[in-house]
């Protein structure tokens, strides 16, 4: 059986953080080549740059949560849209509002500098 668009963009997502990881760790071959990856006007790199970024900053790495839960948790508005090329692609999965109550991240959450990393619910 196939999988879904989502489950398959799940998937990929995990998939982007864990190279990320090994390219942090070991030096290995980031996700994307390097001139996309810093090219702040590439839309899909971006966007995911700073899903990771939001991430690991708040704290859902060390909580144990799963990189695909946290960017379903991370409305289509966040950061002016920046995921929205991602999603659209499939690098990353789309919003899912069951999964953001579950977790009690609240819209506008993981905007850079909203809220501090004591606020979190998951620690």
Known sequence: MPLSKQESACIKANELEYKFLEHLKYHYQLPFPLEEWNDP????????????????????????????????????????GSLRAARELGYLPEYRRTLAKKYKIQRGYANPSEYSRSSLVFE
């Open 41 to 80: 006007k590439n839309k899909i790199t971006y966007g995911i740059r700073l899903a990771l970024g939001q991430y690991y900053q708040k704290g859902a790495c060390a909580a144990g949560m799963r990189f695909s839960d946290f960017v379903q948790c991370l409305s289509s508005d966040f950061c002016g």
